[in-house]
C-alpha cells in the first residue's frame, strides 16, 4: 500500500504521525511541503480527495495569515488557493494520503481512520 505523508519536520505532530506510520512497518513517500509545495492543481486534488474547501486547510498559527488577511469572508477559493501557493506554511500539516483516503491528521489519532493499526 503506498503511502504519502505531506510533512513538516519541525512540527510535533506530523513527526508523531510519521512514526506511527513507520511503527507499522510502512516507509511512505514524504513530501516536504514547505521544501516542495504541492502544485495548484495537487492541492486541488488533496482538497477533494478530502472533500475540503481551501479555507478549510488553512492553518493560522505561525503563518501570514493575518497579514494576509484570509479571515476575509470574501476572498474566493482560487484567492486562497493563491495564497497557499504563495506560502505554503499556510497548509495544516500533515496531510497523509493513503488508499482507504486522505487526511490533515491533526490530531494525530485521525490517522487510525485511513491507516491500518
Do not use: W
Request: with cysteine.
Amino acid at each position: 500500500m503506498m503511502t504519502t505523508i505531506y510533512h513538516n519536520p519541525k512540527c510535533g505532530t506530523s513527526r508523531t504521525v510519521l512514526a506511527r506510520i513507520r511503527e507499522a512497518g510502512v516507509e511512505p513517500e514524504i513530501i516536504e511541503y514547505l521544501v516542495t509545495p504541492p502544485s495548484r492543481a495537487e492541492m486541488q486534488g488533496l482538497l477533494a480527495a478530502m472533500k475540503m474547501k481551501p479555507r478549510d486547510i488553512l492553518r493560522r498559527k505561525g503563518t501570514p495569515y493575518d497579514d494576509l488577511n484570509l479571515d476575509n469572508p470574501e476572498l474566493t477559493d482560487d484567492q486562497i488557493l493563491d495564497a497557499l501557493g504563495a506560502h505554503p506554511i499556510l497548509m495544516e500539516r500533515p496531510v497523509v494520503v493513503t488508499a482507504k483516503g486522505t487526511r490533515v491528521c491533526r490530531p494525530a489519532e485521525v490517522l487510525q481512520d485511513i491507516f491500518p493499526a
